[in-house]
């Protein structure tokens, strides 16, 4: 019958994954104890009983506006020709927004209703094509 010999280390806390690692894939290891009470580190708990990570419990409620943001920017580029990221960032402030334009851009680059230009973001004929036919509906 094999005997078995009970080795203690201490290990600093930026090695301990490396060197935990290291002993579950070396061959002739049979058993590890990880002693989680010498860590010492205060368990916070909130009054409500939620894990105390960051800002867990904090979010924001979502705001709701009358219009998606990709429909925002296809109004504000069928009425002019080119718009730069900043001009669209700006028309979103004035309408109570935050200054995020990127995934709405996005939404619309990957449906085929918006290109760019060096000049800036144009609508494509398919988009052109479905303002025209929303309009006279």
Do not use: C, W
């Not at 203690?8 to 104890?33: F, K, Q, S, Y």
């Amino acid at each position: 019958m094999p005997r078995f010999h009970k080795i203690h280390l201490d290990v600093e806390e930026v090695a301990v994954g490396a060197v935990m690692r290291l002993l579950h894939t070396t061959p002739g290891v049979v058993n590890i104890h990880y002693d989680v009470d010498e860590i010492g580190y205060k368990q916070i708990k909130k009054p409500n009983g939620a894990a105390p990570h960051g800002n867990a419990g904090k979010r924001r409620r979502p705001r709701h506006y009358g219009i998606k943001g990709s429909e925002l920017i296809l109004q504000l580029l069928s009425k002019n020709e080119t718009l730069r990221t900043g001009q669209l960032e700006d028309a979103f402030v004035k309408a109570g927004r935050g200054r995020g334009v990127a995934s709405a851009v996005y939404e619309l680059k990957s449906a085929g209703l918006v290109e760019t230009t060096p000049a800036g973001y144009v609508l494509t004929r398919k988009a052109k094509d479905r303002l025209r036919h929303r309009k006279g509906a």
